[in-house]
């Protein structure tokens, strides 16, 4: 199971940290973040291999959204800074298990993982 949590209702130019908890049989698995906003279709945000080396990012966050994982607390994290009105979104996560390549091009999608979260609700005002 993945758990993602940490979502709330901010002001634009604020912080939030989302955290995303894997329990039950994970091992080796990439992690990615994805967010749907009313009316629109999913979107990729970013992900983060199993060692942490490879991280990729949708160019909508890039150099705002951060993600980072502690992989001895089966958690990854998503930072956002500078958060504006069109971040507004549900936030979920995904894993795909047994992974050790840190190639994987199908990380932007979203049916290419095994595991999917319950969303977290994002909202920036202005």
């Known amino acids: 199971q993945l758990h993602a949590s940490g979502g709330g209702s901010v002001q634009a130019g604020d912080s939030l940290r989302l955290s995303c908890v894997a329990s039950?049989?994970?091992?080796?698995?990439?992690t990615g973040w994805f967010r749907q906003a009313p009316g629109k279709e999913r979107e990729f945000v970013g992900f983060?291999?199993?060692?942490?080396?490879?991280?990729y990012y949708a160019d909508s966050v890039k150099g705002r959204f951060t993600i980072s994982r502690d992989n001895a607390k089966h958690t990854v994290y998503l930072q956002m800074n500078s958060l504006n009105t069109e971040d507004t979104a549900v936030y979920s996560c995904?894993?795909?298990?047994?992974?050790?390549?840190?190639?994987?091009?199908?990380?932007?999608?979203?049916?290419?993982?095994?595991?999917w979260g319950q969303g977290t609700q994002v909202t920036v005002s202005s």
């Open positions: 995904a894993a795909k298990n047994d992974v050790r390549s840190e190639d994987f091009p199908d990380g932007r999608t979203w049916s290419w993982y095994t595991y």
């Open positions: 983060i291999s199993w060692s942490g080396l490879k991280r």
């Open positions: 039950g049989m994970f091992s080796s698995y990439v």
